[in-house]
C-alpha cells in the first residue's frame, strides 16, 4: 500500500465509520427486525416468523391506502411546486432591472423550519379563525367562510395538507431553475430568434432541452422528499381526521409507536426503502442519463 | 419604435406578475409575524384581522416565562452545534480525497453518500431508536447528535465535494514541492482556502439539524426535547394556544430567516451549484 493510499484511507475513515455505524448498520438491522416478531419496548425477545410482516404490511388495508396518500400528496405537491417554481424562475430571468429583491424574497422559505411551515398553514387553513376563507369570501370565491373545511374535510385533506409544502418548496424549484436558466448560453436563444422562432418555440426546442438535467435533478430531489414527508403533514394534522391524512411515513410511526409493533414498523420501512431506491434509480436511468449521453 | 413599445408593455406586465407573485408568497410568514404581536386574545377573534389593532408582545412573554421553549431552545441549539462540528470533522477530509484522488473507493463512497439522501428517516429512525437504546443514548444530547449527524453527514459531503471540485491539483502539488505532507498541505494550504466553502456547508448543516423534527420526536423525551417537539406540544398540552404558538414559531424560525438574508448569495449559491453542475 502505497503512501497515497494510506493518506486517501486516512481521510476516509471517519466518515466511512459514522456513515457504517449511523446509516448501513441501522439499515442492516431495520431489514433483520423485519423477520421477526418482536416489540418495541422489548427488543431483546424475539420470535422468526419469516415473511409474515411483509404479508402483513401488503395486505393490510390502513397500509395500502397511506401508501396511496402518499402518492397522491407527492403528485399533487410536485406538480404545483414545479409550475408555480418554474413559472417564477421563467418571470425572473424575464425581467429587464434583474431580480434580485424578487429572489431575495424568493430564499426566505428554503430556510423556514417545516414544522413552521405546517404551524403557519394550518392556523391559514383551520376552521373559524383560519383567514384564508376569509380571503376567499372577499374576493368573492366562496359565499360563507365555513364553505371548505380545509383540514377536516376527509375527501380533501390530503391535498390541504401539501399546500404548506408547496409554499415552502416552490422557492427551492424556483431558485435552482433560475440558476439553470442563466446557465443557457444566449448566443443561442438570439441564433433562434434570428432564424425567425418565436417566444414560445425557443422555449421548447432551446430552453426546455438544455433545462433537462436541471429539470431532472429538481424532480427527483423534491419527489423522494415529498414521498418522504412526515412533519408538515403530523403538525397540521397529526394523520387525521380518521387517518384521511395519513401518509406512509406516518403509518410506520404509529406502528412503532403507538402499537409497539417493531417487526411490522421494520418490514414497512424496509418497503418504503426499497420504493424510494427504485424511484430514484428509475428517474436517475430515465431522465437524467439521457441528458448527459 | 413599435417593437420598443411592445416590449415596454411587456416588461410591465412581467414586473407586474413577479410582484404579485412575491407578495402573495411573502404574506403568509407576514401574517405569523402580525399574529404573534397581537394580544392573545385577539388571535382567536372571528373573523380574523391581518394586521394588530394593538401591539403586544404578551405571546412572547408568555412562551419565554411559562413554557419549557427557553430549555428546549437550549437543547436545539446544542445540538446543531455539535451536529455541525461533527459532520464537518468527518466531511470535509473525506470529500477531499473523493474529489482529487479519484479511486473506486471514493466514487462508490460518493454514490453511497447520494443514495443515503434518498433513505426515509421514518426508515432509518426505527432502528436507530433501537441502537441508542441499547447504547443509553435515547433522550440525550450525545444521542440525537449521532441520529442528526446520519443525516448531514452525506449533505455536507456533497456539497463539499462540489466546493473541491473548482480546486487545482497544483495548489497540493505545490505545496509538495516545498516539503509539505499530503496532511500538512490540506491542513495549511487547502483548508484555508476553502473557508467559504465550508462556512456554507456548515450553515446547511446546522439548519438540518435545528430544523429536524421526527429524530427528535422518536428519540428525545422529557430531558432533551428541541424546540420544534415543543411547539408541537402546544397542540395538544395546552388545547390551542394559537397566540403562543405563533410567538414561538417566530422565536425558533426568525433567527434562521436572519442568518439566511445576510447569506443570501452563498446559499443560494451552495444550493444550486451541484443541481447546475450536474
Redesign the interface.
Known sequence: MSGEDRFVLCMLAPALAILGLLVAYPVGLLVFDSFFKVDTITPHIREWVGLKNYIDALTSKRVAESAMRTFQYSVFALFFEFAFGFCAALLFSALPGRSRWHRTVFTLPLMVPPIVAGLLWRFLLVGNIGILNYGLVHLGIITDPDAIAWLSDEDIVIYSVSFADIWLTTSFVALVSYAGLTNIPRDLLEAARIDGANAFKRFWHVTLPLMRPVIAVIVIVRAVDAAKTFDLIWIQTQGGPNHASEVFSMNIYQRMVRFGDLGEASASGTLFLIVMMLLAAAAYWKIWRPAHA | MRRARRFNIN?IL??A???V??LS??L??V??LM?SIKPAAD??????S?LPAVVSLENFREVLQSSALPKAFASSLTVAVLTTL?SL???V??A???TQ?R?R??TL?LL??L?????????????????L??LGLLDTIPGLV??H??AA??LA?LLMSAFFEGVPKELEEAARMDGCT??QA?RKIILPVMIGGIAVTALFTF?TS??E??YAL?LTSEATKTA?IV??EY?SVYGLA?GA??AA?VL??LP??V???AL?KQ??GG??F???K?
Open positions: 416588461g412581467v414586473n406578475a413577479a410582484l407573485l412575491v408568497y411573502a403568509p410568514y401574517y405569523l399574529t388571535v382567536q377573534q372571528i373573523p380574523p391581518f461533527l470533522a468527518v466531511a477530509p473525506a477531499y480525497v473523493a484522488y479511486r473507493i471514493t463512497f453511497f453518500a443514495v443515503t439522501r434518498m433513505v426515509p428517516s421514518v426508515s432509518l429512525g426505527v432502528p436507530l431508536f433501537q441502537l437504546k441499547s449521532l441520529a449527524t446520519s453527514v452525506p459531503l499530503r496532511f490540506f439548519i435545528w430544523n423534527f421526527l422518536l420544534p411547539i408541537a397542540n394559537w404558538m405563533t414559531a425558533y424560525s434562521v430567516i442568518v439566511t438574508l443570501q446559499i443560494v444550493l444550486t451541484g443541481a447546475v450536474g
